[in-house]
């Protein structure tokens, strides 16, 4: 809230100091406060909002993405780029949302400009198998959406086991010097032993050879 605040405060003084200076005007502060950040920021946030509602309505489909986005001209002026609501939605991996020179993206040429100076660099564009839509190379939101689920089942379950279909381990006495052997419930499933000071891998599996990776200490 520090930013808003600042800026208002800033708009307000700015004001009333341009009124003192050019009494002809009838400049005063609320006036600039009004206009310079309360009306401001409601047009701002509305524009914004019409992304998500307007532009899923109105507009051309250029790829046949699994939404309704649509690309739209007048909002894309109005956002200053993000009208190109269909191309963000086929490859949101870029920053430019206007994928052709036609398609004027004010903020990607800002970007640009400050990556030209420097300021930022590692700017992405729009690959060329992109435009022509090319969907064998192009990961889907669906797909990213699988993706993560499964690295959060593996990262949830690599405290306990190796296997996402073994149950907890049992916990080892603090043994520095030897392990008891405690078998899984799941024959073959390999398990990760933590112990302090060191850290013991085994299998608890009945055959005579340890998992992959692993070393076995019977």
């Known amino acids: 809230w520090v930013p808003p605040v600042v800026l208002g405060v800033v708009i307000f003084c700015g004001g009333h100091v341009f009124g003192r200076l050019f009494p002809a005007t009838g400049m005063t502060g609320w006036q600039a406060f009004f206009w310079g950040f309360v009306l401001s920021t409601v047009v701002l946030y509305h524009a914004t909002y019409t992304i998500n509602s307007l532009a899923h309505r109105f507009g051309s489909r250029r790829f046949a993405t699994e939404d309704d986005s649509r690309n739209n001209f007048a909002l894309a002026l109005l956002t200053l780029g993000e009208g190109w609501h269909n191309n963000h939605h086929h490859y949101s991996a870029s920053v430019r949302q206007g994928f052709y020179w036609w398609e004027v993206d004010m903020t990607y040429y800002c970007l640009k400009g400050l ?3 420097g300021l930022i660099w590692d700017v992405r564009g729009v690959p060329d198998y992109v435009r022509e839509g090319k969907p064998d190379r192009i990961p889907t939101a669906a797909y990213s959406k699988r993706r993560w689920r499964r690295q959060s089942r593996l990262r949830n379950s690599l405290p306990h086991s190796l296997s996402w279909s073994s ?48 070393s076995s200490k019977r």
């Open 115 to 117: 990556e030209w100076l």
């Open 167 to 214: 149950p907890p381990a049992k916990p080892i006495p603090h043994d520095h010097q030897t392990l008891a052997d405690q078998p899984s419930d799941q024959p073959g499933a390999a398990r990760i032993r933590w112990l302090s000071p060191s850290i013991a891998c085994r299998s608890s599996s009945d055959n005579t050879h340890a998992s992959p990776g692993l």
